[in-house]
């Protein structure tokens, strides 16, 4: 059921994708030939096929992806040109833009979605109460204790968890004061933060203040009005967005090892365990993987949206297009690259499986 449950899922971002891509298309004239769900991998016909108007509407076996076919325009036969009124080349640099940066736009734009439904439903919340206190530690040394329950820092009001950390790293390494509730009477400790090495979420080792206190895991669930939730939306899509390039970037730096790459594999089982966990656990993540094909579609990868809109950039910099047989070589380099990563990620995950 899980799997199924991650097919479906992984099916509906693709065509929402895709979708962005054909609406746009269509808003320039330009003729959709085929909207396929699924990749003609392997396989000359599809297991489904119906023609609504002008676009053949198709499904391959081969589920996990999917495509928009427009006239004068075909990624596996880069050389396939059409300049009729109603083909995708015929339109200028800019158009063509605006077509393949919707794809990705329309991820952004369901992620939000969802966030949005999410933090209308209501967040649960971190409250500012004391768990465990590390040895050797600030916390330790000022005597504070687990279920102190911290109401300010440095006169500000702290209401979450989630504010401490920020309000240290402002602090630095000067005396801080902190009021907290213990046993329903105030107290005021004073500590000073100190500077320990310690690694982010990336692996990388870093410098950073902390005092040395975990939260205890007592939580509440916070409702926000309409427009609260809209703006949380979107810093939450922006943040997700941020994290999810910083990753791709630190994986080709080498920051992160290749051995992290993960593929299908890794994505259905990683989806089914969301699923399982309730429905609010696997529209978070269908969230997150959005944000992550918005984001990697838009890598300046040949073979990707992200590609091509650098293709057309040149062109609308330098009125004309870049030598044809260098983007042929290009965009076959760049569906090498893509390929030998899903291959990559399959060995991985294979890997997992049986290691």
């Given at each position: 059921m899980g799997v199924l449950v991650s097919i479906l899922v992984l099916s509906v971002l693709v065509i929402v994708?895709?979708?962005?891509?054909?609406?746009?298309?269509?808003?320039?004239?330009?003729?959709?030939?085929?909207?396929?769900?699924?990749?003609?991998?392997?396989?000359?016909?599809?297991?489904?096929?119906?023609?609504?108007?002008?676009?053949?509407?198709?499904?391959?076996?081969?589920?996990?992806g999917g495509f928009v076919k427009m006239k004068g325009q075909n990624d596996t036969d880069p050389s396939e040109k059409s300049y009729d009124s109603d083909s995708y080349n015929s339109k200028n640099p800019y158009q063509k833009i605006a077509i393949l940066f919707a794809g990705p736009f329309a991820n952004f734009l369901f992620a939000f979605v969802l966030y949005f439904g999410l933090t209308l439903h209501g967040v649960s919340m971190l409250?500012?109460?004391?768990?465990?206190?590390?040895?050797?530690?600030?916390?330790?040394?000022?005597?504070?204790?687990?279920?102190?329950?911290?109401?300010s820092i440095n006169s500000q009001k702290v209401s979450y968890w989630n504010e401490i950390p920020d309000i240290v790293a402002q602090n630095g390494s000067s005396t801080m004061t902190i009021d907290v509730v213990r046993d329903g009477k105030r107290k005021l400790i004073v500590l000073i933060p100190r500077e320990v090495g310690t690694k982010n979420i990336f692996g990388e080792e870093i410098k950073k203040y902390m005092i040395g206190i975990s939260p205890s895991g007592a939580s509440e669930v916070v409702y926000y009005g309409f427009f609260e939730s809209f703006q949380k939306s979107f810093e939450q899509t922006y943040q997700a967005s941020k994290f999810i390039a910083q990753g791709i970037q630190k994986l080709f730096t080498g920051v992160i090892s290749?051995?992290?790459?993960?593929?299908?594999?890794?994505?259905?089982?990683?989806?089914?365990?969301?699923?399982?966990?309730?429905?609010?656990?696997?529209?978070?993540?269908?969230?997150?993987?959005?944000?992550?094909?918005?984001?990697?579609?838009?890598?300046?990868?040949?073979?990707?949206?992200?590609?091509?809109?650098?293709?057309?950039?040149?062109?609308?910099?330098?009125?004309?297009?870049?030598?044809?047989?260098?983007?042929?070589?290009?965009?076959?380099?760049?569906?090498?690259?893509?390929?030998?990563?899903?291959?990559?990620?399959?060995?991985?995950?294979?890997?997992?499986?049986?290691?």
């Open positions: 994708h895709e979708l962005g891509h054909f609406l746009t298309a269509r808003l320039f004239g330009v003729k959709v030939e085929e909207f396929g769900l699924g990749l003609p991998i392997g396989v000359t016909k599809p297991w489904f096929a119906k023609k609504y108007g002008e676009t053949v509407y198709s499904f391959y076996p081969v589920f996990l409250k500012p109460v004391v768990g465990q206190i590390a040895p050797n530690s600030a916390a330790l040394d000022a005597k504070l204790q687990t279920n102190d329950e911290i109401v290749m051995q992290n790459v993960g593929g299908v594999v890794s994505i259905v089982q990683v989806t089914s365990d969301a699923s399982a966990h309730g429905v609010l656990s696997l529209v978070f993540l269908a969230a997150l993987i959005s944000v992550n094909l918005g984001v990697v579609n838009l890598l300046p990868i040949p073979a990707l949206d992200g590609g091509h809109i650098i293709f057309n950039l040149y062109e609308a910099l330098f009125r004309k297009a870049p030598n044809e047989m260098v983007a042929i070589r290009l965009t076959y380099a760049g569906w090498a690259l893509l390929f030998g990563l899903m291959l990559l990620g399959l060995y991985n995950d294979i890997h997992r499986l049986v290691g």
